[in-house]
């Protein structure tokens, strides 16, 4: 069963719209929660980190993690074509064991 | 910084043969991971290792991948006897101890097997 599960697996908006993804894992002794952008042809590239409750907003992205729910959402505002990707999210423990655990991925399109 | 390096871009293989996939992680990163990514499996992690040594090989297919990294400047992913079903992205990353500590990953190597 994997670890983190992400959805929807594809989602469009509009240019200037919201795009909201949402990640769900199954795992208790995850502790730090990543969110991952590839756009096509290049590697996955780390958007913004989230490791407490609640809200981080890095200018257009907004990461919302609830621990205790094991969920975590990325809402992007004022969505541009740009954003058009691949979005991963990533979770990992806190000591230990170094690795990442990714979701499936949620597709981005966003029409002009 | 150049960043993660991985060489070469593409690669295509016939059947039975053999493939090495290179990867130069970040200066001073201590941690190296290998990814595989297709369409249908999404990312799916393969091995990774601390200062060279390696860690967790949970993720490799037993009987024809393997990994080393001789050095802290290089890794290697090595498949024997390409099969179709190795099609895929393979992606090499670097980061810093800790899962605190993002992952830098490379281009990808894109293997295809005829």
């Known amino acids: 069963q994997q670890k983190v599960q992400q959805s929807p697996e594809s989602l469009s908006v509009p240019e200037g719209g919201m795009a909201s993804l949402n990640c769900t894992s199954s795992d208790r002794n995850f502790q730090y929660f990543w969110w991952y952008r590839q756009h096509s042809g290049e590697g996955p590239k780390a958007l913004m980190s989230i490791f407490s409750d609640g809200d981080k907003k890095e200018g257009r992205f907004t990461a919302h993690l609830n621990k205790a729910s094991l969920h975590v959402s990325l809402h992007i505002r004022d969505s541009q074509p740009s954003d058009s990707a691949l979005y991963f999210c990533?979770?990992?423990?806190?000591?230990?064991?170094?690795?990442?655990?990714f979701g499936k991925g949620t597709s981005l399109t966003v029409i002009p | 910084n150049a960043g993660v390096i991985q060489t070469p871009r593409h690669k295509v293989t016939g059947k039975g043969q053999e493939a090495t996939l290179w990867c130069e992680p970040i200066?001073?990163?201590?941690?190296v991971f290998w990814y595989r990514q297709t369409i249908v499996q999404g990312l799916e992690f393969l091995t990774y290792f601390r200062n060279q040594a390696p860690i967790d090989d949970s993720g490799m297919p037993k009987e024809r991948f393997s990994a080393q990294m001789p050095n802290q400047s290089h890794s290697t992913l090595k498949i024997q006897s390409t099969q179709p079903q190795d099609s895929a992205v393979y992606l090499c990353a670097s980061s810093f101890w800790g899962g605190a500590y993002e992952q830098y990953f490379g281009p990808g190597t894109r293997l295809t097997v005829l």
């Open positions: 990533a979770a990992s423990e806190p000591t230990g064991y170094q690795n990442f655990y």
């Open positions: 200066s001073g990163h201590s941690a």
